[in-house]
């Protein structure tokens, strides 16, 4: 064992230049060299690939990872071969040739990592086993999908378990960056972890306390007040990230931030690609010190040095809150984490609820064709399809119980951010609570200690 270890140190150094695993990294590593089921539990930006690629590395055999964006495989497809892994990914965006070539690679033995969508799990899974190279690990990226309890639920994710059972029950590695304890209880579940006699299941849960961010909440009373208390928090010449709400106020806010002295610019998923290469090249290089964005802006965001993480509004979920504010010092040195909160703030998380959940009324009236669908938003439509695939046609009581029950895990999240603002209680220890740590001692919140002065009371 110690050996194996060994050797996926030396390769961790050679392909990825790091002199060591990190302490969460460690035993996770171990455990999957050792053969058995793995649940990892590690904040974002703690070096969840690593944890599979670095094994894949070490075993001379592929691994297959499952994971939920196009565009975050081709993010690990760009970083793995750069580090000299041969690595490819499956997806619907491939055209009929490179699918093919990308398919008689893994076939052959050639690669080490192929990424895929869950959608094409069944269609790889098959291929590889008639080609006789089943893979030896399979990785479940952003595990969190599986759960209906998540913030991300993704229907298709829940049948990973029966193509695992299809495969064969290949050991498995599930890796997220947010699961609170339901999660990671429906993770093990619906993937079988640690069901095959022989293997066991192993969970590594990391601390996802980060000691150099200091996080507080700003209380506005007025809409105007926002961009007064903004720049009071930005300093000039000092990367930071600005979280707003829509595409519009985003604008609004980078030209305010132009108009007084910044470096800013705006990004969202409206820009053209161009742009938000040239965007996200600028902020990285230095040439940019304050992007102001929508949710968009994070996939393969890892800028070490951001000392500042403002909110302009609350976010619907403490995970992603917590994601967003923890793009703040990735160097390790101190960073400011703030979230602006006005009383009224979550309203539009809640419309935006009615709009992912209709009602069943006026669901059943759509799918009996009594509603005229023209009648309605596209947006109500567009959840009203989504939600006729998932439950069929005379869908039973049980499935409407599961939709009615993932509306008020959505609610309960917004309430869960609606108190870490109002509430005079350690911010620290309420994010963490969430993620079902208990803490006992805050580095640093505006409730337990001053600004610029971290540290516990
Ligand atoms: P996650 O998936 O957990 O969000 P990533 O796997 O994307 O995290 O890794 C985050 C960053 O940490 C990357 O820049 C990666 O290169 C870096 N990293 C991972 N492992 C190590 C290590 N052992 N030493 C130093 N840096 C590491
Ligand atoms: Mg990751």
Same mark, same amino acid.
């Given at each position: 064992m110690d050996s194996r270890y060994g050797r996926?140190?030396?390769?961790?150094?050679r392909h990825y230049g790091f002199p060591d695993f990190r302490p969460a990294q460690a035993p996770v590593v171990r455990s999957v060299l050792a053969g058995h089921d793995v649940l990892a539990v590690l904040p974002t930006g703690g070096g969840k690939s690593v944890c599979f690629q670095v094994p894949a590395l070490a075993s001379d055999a592929l691994c297959l990872v499952v994971s939920p964006l196009i565009s975050l495989m081709q993010d690990q497809v760009g970083g793995a071969l750069s580090r000299g892994i041969a690595a490819a990914a499956f997806h619907s965006g491939l055209d009929d040739a490179t699918a093919g070539q990308t398919m008689a690679a893994a076939s052959r033995g050639a690669l080490r990592l192929l990424y895929t969508s869950p959608e094409r799990l069944p269609r790889v899974a098959r291929a590889l086993q008639a080609a006789g190279r089943p893979p030896a690990l399979l990785a479940v990226d952003e595990a969190h999908c599986i759960s209906e309890w998540g913030h991300d639920f993704r229907r298709e994710f829940r049948t990973i378990?029966?193509?695992?059972?299809?495969?064969?029950?290949?050991?498995?590695?599930?890796?997220?960056?947010?699961?609170?304890?339901a999660v990671r209880r429906d993770i093990v579940d619906v993937l079988g972890l640690g069901r095959t006699a022989g293997r066991q299941l192993r969970e590594h849960v990391a601390s996802f306390d980060r000691a150099n961010l200091w996080f507080g909440v700003e209380r506005i009373r007025s809409e105007p007040e926002r961009a007064v208390v903004l720049r009071r928090l930005l300093t000039r010449g000092q990367s930071a990230i600005v979280y707003a709400p829509t595409r519009k106020s985003v604008e609004a806010i980078a030209l305010l931030?132009?108009?007084?002295?910044?470096?800013a610019a705006p990004y969202h998923a409206g820009l053209e690609p161009d742009d938000r290469h040239d965007i996200l090249d600028r902020f990285l290089t230095d040439h940019l010190s304050v992007v102001v964005a929508t949710s968009a802006f994070g996939m393969g965001?890892?800028?070490?040095?951001?000392?500042?993480?403002?909110?302009?509004?609350m976010p619907p979920t403490p995970e992603a809150y917590y994601q967003e504010a923890g793009r703040a010092g990735r160097d390790g040195r101190a960073a400011v984490c703030t979230l602006l909160a006005r009383p009224g703030d979550a309203a539009l998380h809640r419309r935006q609820l009615t709009v992912t959940f209709p009602a069943r009324r006026l669901l059943e009236a759509l799918w009996s064709g009594r509603q005229d669908p023209s009648r309605v938003p596209p947006s109500i439509r567009e959840s009203a399809e989504r939600l006729r695939q998932e439950l069929g046609p005379g869908c039973g009581t049980a499935g409407w119980? $599961?939709?009615? #029950? /993932? @509306? =008020?895990?959505?609610?309960?999240?917004?309430?869960?951010?609606?108190?870490?603002?109002?509430? $005079?209680?350690? #911010? /620290? @220890? =309420?994010?963490?609570?969430?993620?079902?740590?208990?803490?006992?001692?805050?580095a640093g919140c505006d409730r337990c200690s001053p600004r610029g002065r971290p540290g516990p009371p």
């Open positions: 996926a140190r030396s390769l961790l150094e378990g029966a193509v695992r059972d299809a495969m064969g029950w290949p050991q498995t590695v599930a890796l997220t960056g947010s699961a609170t304890p931030l132009r108009q007084t002295g910044h470096a965001i890892d800028k070490p040095g951001v000392r500042a993480v403002v909110h302009w509004a119980t $599961r939709v009615a #029950r /993932r @509306r =008020q895990a959505a609610e309960h999240r917004i309430r869960t951010m609606e108190r870490y603002a109002m509430r $005079r209680r350690c #911010r /620290r @220890r =309420q994010l963490l609570a969430w993620f079902g740590e208990e803490l006992t001692a805050c």
